[in-house]
Structures are given as C-alpha cells and as structure tokens.
C-alpha cells in the first residue's frame, strides 16, 4: 500500500548536528535527514511529495540514520560485523538498516572481521587463555569461522602459556595430588585440553593415567 501525499511544512538545518536538516511533514512527524538526502530528492519548504517519494524518503533515512548510530558504536570500541548488526537491530533498527549500515562499514575498512579476530586471538592469548576457550569467544563474538584458523596462528604455544599459569599458580611446587587436580581443573576450564595440561605438568611432577 502506497503512503499518500504529504507536505513539508517546513525544513531548517539541525541546531544539533552538523550537516543534518529537520523536515516537518503536515502530519507533524520530523524526518532528520542528511545533506545528500536534502540535494538528491530536491527538498524544500511547500512542495507535496507523493506516496512514493515519500516511502524512498523514509527509507532513505532509516538506513543513513543506522549508519550513523554504527559509526558512533564502532568509533568506540572494535566489534564484529554481527556483532555491530546485532547492536543495532537492538538500538530499534531494522534488520535490513543495520546489515546495510554494517556493510558500508566494511566496505569502507571500519569493520575488519579477519583484523578483529586477530586482535581477540592476541588478547586472550595474552590473558592465558587456551584454544578451546579463544574459540569459544570467536563464536560468541560473531567471527565468520572461515576466519578461525588463521586468527589461532596469533595464539602463542599452548606449553608456553601453560608453563607461565603453573609458575604463577603454584611458582613449580607440585606435590599434592589435591593441588594438582586444583590446578589441572583451573586450566582446563581456561580452554586448554587435558593432554597439553598433563604434559605441561609433568615438567613438574609425576601424572598418574586415569
């Protein structure tokens, strides 16, 4: 169904936003829209713009209106494509404004997925974090799998990781098998699997096969 006419009743830049203009419709709504938006449907104060027109409008401004709500989320802090998207829809975008938002994002290199999950792989590597756990945090965060494996190649030596938690955890005295199921069960549940943290620890003790 086709909207019906409607007038501007007037239109006036943004006291606000730089490069923004205001357009009140007869029917009292307020569209904010862009400069290229005021040059590209020839606006002005008076004219009707039909059904249409109007409809193109409206959705014209959605999806500038989700672009400049994703600048402003990925200004601050690095997010994956699905992630921002998801940030979006949930700030009352549509799921189209915001896929679209996102990828003018990526198109124009703000958004990097392959970059960020480097950056997460490094990260959590830093924190001492196993593979498993690292993963993990990748599908949490959105990051297409076709990106995993070469973001892993960040991930220091899983021995190298482990040896440095064990020395912090324990500075190398292991003797108590108590202490040893202790810091066995802590690692593990940091995303390293059992047979890197049993040899791992047998740098530093005897391991019993279950």
């Known amino acids: 169904m086709t909207t ?86 949930k700030k009352g975008n549509e799921e189209a404004d915001a896929q679209a938002a996102a990828d003018w994002l990526e198109d124009i290199g703000a958004v990097d997925d392959a970059a960020y999950a480097a950056s997460l792989v490094r990260h959590y590597g830093e924190k001492g974090y196993g593979p498993q756990r690292v993963r993990e945090e990748l599908r949490r965060r959105g990051v297409d799998r076709d990106l995993w494996d070469e973001a892993m190649e960040e991930l220091p030596d899983p021995a190298e990781i482990l040896g440095r938690l064990i020395e912090k955890k324990c500075g190398g005295e292991l003797s108590d098998r108590k202490e040893i199921k202790r810091v066995s069960d802590s690692l593990m549940r940091r995303g390293f699997a059992w047979s890197d943290v049993r040899e791992a620890l047998r740098r530093y003790t005897e391991i019993e096969e279950d």
């Open 4 to 89: 019906a006419k409607m007038r501007i009743e007037e239109l006036k830049p943004s006291r606000r936003k730089q490069g923004r203009f205001l357009v009140k419709l007869e029917d009292g709504s307020i569209l904010r829209i862009t400069e290229e938006e005021l040059l590209r449907f020839r606006l002005r104060p008076g004219i009707d713009l039909d059904g249409e027109t109007l409809e193109a409008l409206q959705a014209s401004v959605r999806t500038s209106s989700a672009k400049a709500a994703a600048a402003n989320i990925i200004g601050s802090r690095a997010l994956s494509k699905k992630e921002l998207t998801r940030r979006l829809v």
